[in-house]
């Protein structure tokens, strides 16, 4: 059975930063590119950044380069996301994904997702 668990959301003050935190076990993770998403209220679900399997490719959307850095860690089945230079658009849930798919931003080519966490960036 395939799982993905995510952890470290909370509420933070903008300019501040959170660390998410991805635990997956059911699958080869490294065989794996792994996606974060976000969905803020009312708003589609939407791409924020992705790492390949061996952890030496990642892409982010514009709005958070430079703030957002994703890491993974193979030997842990872990995928993190750092968020720095939090600001209030940044609230929303956000999902870890899993596709066997390179360099993919579409949701729906994720075939495995965790079941989110809040983060919540007061101003």
């Known amino acids: 059975q395939v799982q993905l668990v995510e952890s470290g959301g909370g509420l933070v003050q903008a300019g501040g930063s959170l660390r998410l935190s991805c635990v997956v076990s059911g699958l080869a993770f490294s065989s794996y590119s792994m996606g974060w998403f976000r969905q803020a209220p009312g708003k589609e679900r939407e791409f924020v950044g992705r790492i390949s399997g061996s952890g030496r490719n990642t892409n982010y959307i514009d709005s958070v380069k430079g703030r957002f850095t994703i890491s993974r860690d193979n030997a842990k089945n872990t995928v993190g996301l750092q968020m720095n230079s939090l600001k209030p658009d940044d609230t929303a849930i956000y999902y870890c994904?899993?596709?066997?798919?390179?360099?993919?931003?579409?949701?729906?080519?994720?075939?495995?997702w965790g079941q989110g966490t809040q983060v919540t960036v007061s101003s």
């Open positions: 994904a899993a596709t066997v798919r390179e360099f993919t931003t579409a949701w729906d080519d994720y075939n495995h």
